[in-house]
């Protein structure tokens, strides 16, 4: 064996040794192992081979399916939802590829939690026990300003921003302040070799001098790359807040309890300006909070780090001269600054204005067509946008005159100074730091050496003191950013707060004044969801005003049944609250009194409201037809294309797919469809949802009869109980009873009565005995007539003479 191991290995190479021992080991070993044992080495091998084979053809396979699933909800602009209510959608990516982005949707338990920050702000009265964290007054107005209103508000606004220690948020603003260190860091080095740069040049030193031209281009690569990464992080953590808090708002501002309405017809804290509040003021407001943390972070570090080298190398008393120069500038400026919050918050509402009356003409483009009221509408736009002028030209006045100001405090005064506090050294050495230590240290003989010295410690410092300088600039212009981010972080608290108000319903009559009848703080009916028909109790139908005035009580007391079956048609004239019964039912107006039972939801078991006027979302066709699902809600509960052809054939629709482009068309569909098309597609969504209750509001007004009768026969016939409002008679055969409503010697009145019934009867004959009545004098009404006539064609003259007819006159008789 040893000498098999010679003869392989001739050199004695002890690694090449090694591995032949080994080599003949494995040999002996596999020699004396049964061949059973190799055979199951072999299998277990083989099938590891397809197990992970198979494995990876299945990810591969799960990949592909989960792109095409993308490529398709992405066209299709739907998404997945989550046992826990998250939300999967995909979004464009580089190419064609897609990303997946989960939505987590704000849990009831934050709000609850942060409830008491938007209620209760500092100086705000309790009315309820010390835990009632929903006994609150609505937050007190406050004046936009640097105040501890503000500071409660911002902080608030962050807990939401930043709701985690380990969150996207925290690292976004950890790598930022990692990189504003840099950049410190990077100014005192840059600062020393300026120094060392102008030392050398003076002193004739070649090398010495490229040598730092180098390190020079090297340092001013490594800043450009930290100024870029500080803007491009702000950026991030700005479009990082905004989408916390848009997520936020949203969650609570679309919600079951119908938010978005009330904010707008019943809170009215914030008037018509919600999309102001969210699209425009919330931008500015993340920007403002993003950049607030560069403007006030890297100026403190600045401040600090340049003010101890500035110690070591002018002395205490050079500190003592920056400090006191930094604290007499800081209340110059606060005293003579302009209320910039105030100023914002201003313009933001004037903007908003401005911006509500071209989206109210854009709204209602057709109708001023009509009228011919593009000429006043141009004045009220005219008279909104000179208002906004003269706001924003008064800003920018007052901005010249502090600008102005700020340039001869910041940059010259403090330049001049900057002189002064470097040359203490020269002129002062004994109170001149490390730089006076250095004069003394010097002997006379040494004079050239000296002035190098001196010409690298003054760059330095003066480097320095630049650097100071723009640090306690940017101090003193984030004074003026400060006071715009108060009027920003105002109109975004005041929206979250009024949100919060209007979800948890917590509304308190002004201090010293006592609750109006019908306002929302006397709220006091009870609504019962769940129920098996609908059902009002002694219910006072109100018209609501907003908050905190009361409303206008259309009918004192109102109470009926509708069991399923039982179909309702509720008539009467005009403004006698009809339209009412259907907003208090859907839970839009408040029950102020009394009892409401009704279903609890869209389905087969709930209710369902057609207004007179049908919404047309965006999207396609086949959207139309289900809304509000969508495309994936439909394909989850098995319903096929098929059945909505079917659907749409039924309300004499069926034309539709084919003229428009099929089910995939997308259009701007109000536009698109007629009045009474789009009252159809109404009725539709009504037959694919199925409910167990149907609330027509003026539903078919645009419908004619024949084809409205066929409508109400096909819900019928699909088990839907109807409950209609109308003012068309011809309705009657198709319900059970009805609820009529008028106006009386004592007010408002009702009565509830089953159809065909002899009492209705009885009313039906005297309405034609009234009418026979009036065909009597159909006669003597053309008599009169005829001589109302006559006497508008005569024309006299002023001596009293009868002239003949004109020829106009002539002709038309």
Same mark, same amino acid.
Not at 301 to 318: E, I, K, M, T
Not at 679 to 691: C, G, I, K, N, V
Not at 717 to 722: A, P, Q
């Given at each position: 064996m040893a000498a098999q191991s010679t003869l392989r290995n001739p050199r004695g190479d002890p690694l090449v040794a090694l591995y032949t021992h080994y080599s003949d080991?494995?040999?002996?070993?596999?020699?004396?192992?049964?061949?059973?044992?190799? &055979?199951?080495?072999?299998?277990?091998?083989?099938?590891?081979?397809?197990?992970?084979? +198979?494995g990876g053809y299945n990810w591969l396979r799960a990949q592909a399916k989960e792109r095409a699933q993308a490529r398709r909800l992405l066209r299709r602009n739907s998404g997945i939802r989550g046992k826990d209510g998250s939300r999967i959608i995909y979004v464009p990516d580089k190419g064609s590829t897609t990303s997946k982005v989960t939505i987590h949707p704000t849990k009831p338990t934050t709000f609850d939690a942060h409830r008491r920050l938007f209620l209760n702000p500092p100086g705000s009265t309790r009315l309820g026990d010390a835990n009632d964290t929903v006994s609150q007054t609505p937050p007190l107005s406050t004046k936009p300003g640097l105040n501890l209103a503000f500071l409660h508000q911002f902080l608030s606004l962050l807990s939401i921003m930043v709701p985690r220690w380990n969150s996207k948020e925290t690292g976004l603003l950890m790598g930022h302040g990692v990189f504003l260190l840099l950049r410190t860091y990077l100014s005192l080095v840059v600062a020393r070799l300026d120094g060392e740069i102008v030392r050398d040049l003076v002193a004739g030193k070649g090398r010495?001098?490229?040598?730092?031209?180098?390190?020079?281009? *090297?340092?001013?690569?490594?800043?450009?790359?930290?100024?870029?990464?500080?803007?491009?992080?702000?950026?991030?953590?700005?479009?990082?807040?905004?989408?916390?808090?848009?997520?936020?708002?949203?969650?609570?501002?679309? @919600?079951?309890?119908?938010?978005?309405?009330?904010?707008?017809?019943?809170? *009215?804290?914030?008037?018509?300006?919600?999309?102001? $509040?969210? @699209?425009?003021?919330?931008?500015?407001?993340?920007?403002?909070?993003?950049?607030?943390?560069?403007?006030? *972070?890297? =100026?403190?570090?600045?401040? &600090?780090?340049?003010? /101890?080298?500035?110690?070591?190398?002018?002395?205490?008393?050079?500190?003592? *001269?920056?400090?006191?120069?930094? $604290?007499?500038?800081?209340?110059?400026?606060?005293?003579?600054s302009p209320p910039f919050g105030r100023l914002k918050a201003v313009e933001g509402k004037r903007e908003g204005d401005f911006r509500g009356l071209h989206t109210r003409l854009l709204a209602n483009a057709e109708e001023v067509s009509f009228y011919g009221g593009a000429e006043i509408e141009r004045v009220f736009l005219a008279k909104s946008f000179k208002d906004l002028q003269r706001w924003m030209e008064g800003i920018y006045s007052l901005k010249i005159r502090y600008n102005m100001l700020e340039d001869i405090i910041l940059k010259?005064?403090?330049?001049?100074?900057?002189?002064?506090?470097?040359? &203490?050294?020269?002129?002062?050495?004994?109170?001149?730091?490390?730089?006076?230590?250095?004069? &003394?240290? !010097?002997?006379?003989?040494?004079?050239?050496?000296?002035?190098?010295?001196?010409?690298?410690?003054?760059? @330095?410092?003066?480097?320095?003191?630049?650097?100071?300088?723009?640090?306690?600039?940017?101090?003193?212009?984030?004074?003026?950013?400060?006071?715009?981010?108060?009027?920003?972080?105002?109109?975004?608290?005041?929206?979250?707060?009024?949100?919060?108000?209007?979800?948890?319903?917590? /509304? +308190?009559? =002004?201090?010293?004044? =006592?609750?109006?009848?019908?306002?929302?703080?006397?709220?006091?009916?009870?609504?019962?969801?769940?129920?098996?028909?609908?059902?009002?109790?002694?219910? =006072?139908?109100?018209?609501?005003?907003?908050?905190?005035?009361?409303g206008d009580e259309l009918l004192e007391s109102l109470s009926f049944v509708v069991h399923s079956g039982d179909h309702l048609l509720i008539s009467g004239p005009n403004g006698v609250g009809k339209s009412a019964i259907a907003r208090i039912l859907a839970g839009l107006w408040p029950v102020y009194r009394g009892l409401v039972s009704r279903p609890r939801a869209i389905g087969l078991e709930g209710i369902m409201f057609l207004p007179q006027r049908p919404y047309l979302s965006v999207g396609t066709l086949r959207d139309q037809v289900i809304y509000p699902h969508t495309e994936l809600d439909m394909h989850e509960a098995g319903r096929t294309e098929a059945e909505l052809q079917a659907i749409l054939q039924d309300v004499h629709l069926g034309y539709l797919p084919q003229r428009e482009g099929g089910w995939d068309a997308r259009k701007e569909w109000k536009d698109?469809?007629?009045?009474?098309?789009?009252?159809?597609?109404?009725?539709?969504?009504? $037959?694919?949802?199925?409910?167990?209750?149907?609330?027509? !509001?003026?539903?078919?007004?645009?419908?004619?009869?024949?084809?409205?009768?066929?409508?109400?026969?096909?819900?019928?016939?699909?088990?839907?109980?109807?409950?209609?409002?109308?003012?068309?008679?011809?309705?009657?055969?198709?319900?059970?009873?009805?609820l009529t409503m008028g106006l009386g010697a004592d007010g408002a009145q009702w009565e509830f009565d089953r159809i065909g019934t002899d009492k209705e009867k009885l009313s039906v004959e005297k309405e034609l005995q009234e009418l026979r009545k009036r065909l009597d004098n159909v006669e003597e009404w053309k008599r009169r007539r005829a001589e109302i006539d006559l006497e508008l064609r005569t024309v006299w003259t002023e001596g009293g003479e009868e002239l003949p007819p004109p020829p106009y006159a002539e002709e038309d008789s």
């Open positions: 080991l494995f040999r002996a070993y596999a020699k004396r192992s049964s061949r059973t044992t190799r &055979l199951l080495a072999t299998v277990s091998l083989l099938l590891s081979i397809i197990a992970s084979g +198979y010495a001098f490229i040598w730092g031209i180098v390190k020079w281009c *090297g340092i001013g690569t490594l800043a450009s790359y930290t100024n870029a990464m500080i803007k491009f992080l702000q950026s991030k953590v700005s479009i990082a807040f905004r989408t916390r808090l848009t997520r936020y708002i949203h969650d609570l501002y679309l @919600t079951g309890n119908n938010n978005y309405y009330k904010l707008l017809n019943l809170d *009215g804290g914030i008037g018509q300006d919600a999309d102001q $509040f969210i @699209t425009q003021d919330l931008t500015l407001f993340c920007s403002a909070a993003a950049s607030l943390y560069s403007s006030l *972070g890297k =100026p403190m570090v600045d401040l &600090l780090v340049f003010n /101890y080298q500035l110690y070591r190398s002018l002395g205490p008393l050079a500190l003592s *001269g920056i400090l006191t120069g930094y $604290f007499s500038t800081a209340a110059v400026l606060r005293r003579l010259y005064s403090w330049s001049a100074f900057g002189y002064l506090i470097t040359s &203490l050294p020269v002129f002062l050495p004994a109170w001149g730091g490390l730089g006076g230590v250095m004069e &003394l240290a !010097d002997d006379a003989s040494a004079e050239t050496g000296r002035e190098r010295g001196r010409m690298k410690e003054f760059i @330095t410092n003066k480097r320095l003191m630049l650097s100071l300088a723009d640090a306690g600039g940017r101090m003193m212009y984030s004074i003026k950013d400060i006071s715009e981010l108060a009027g920003y972080t105002s109109r975004v608290y005041t929206l979250i707060s009024t949100l919060h108000r209007v979800h948890a319903n917590t /509304y +308190y009559p =002004p201090p010293g004044r =006592p609750t109006e009848l019908y306002s929302l703080a006397d709220d006091q009916g009870t609504v019962h969801s769940g129920f098996d028909g609908v059902r009002l109790e002694q219910v =006072p139908i109100v018209a609501p005003s907003l908050f905190p005035r009361g698109v469809l007629s009045g009474g098309e789009k009252q159809r597609m109404a009725m539709a969504r009504l $037959f694919y949802h199925e409910p167990r209750y149907g609330f027509i !509001d003026e539903g078919t007004s645009a419908v004619s009869s024949d084809v409205e009768g066929l409508l109400y026969e096909r819900a019928k016939e699909r088990g839907i109980t109807l409950i209609t409002v109308s003012t068309r008679a011809s309705l009657k055969k198709y319900h059970t009873f009805n």
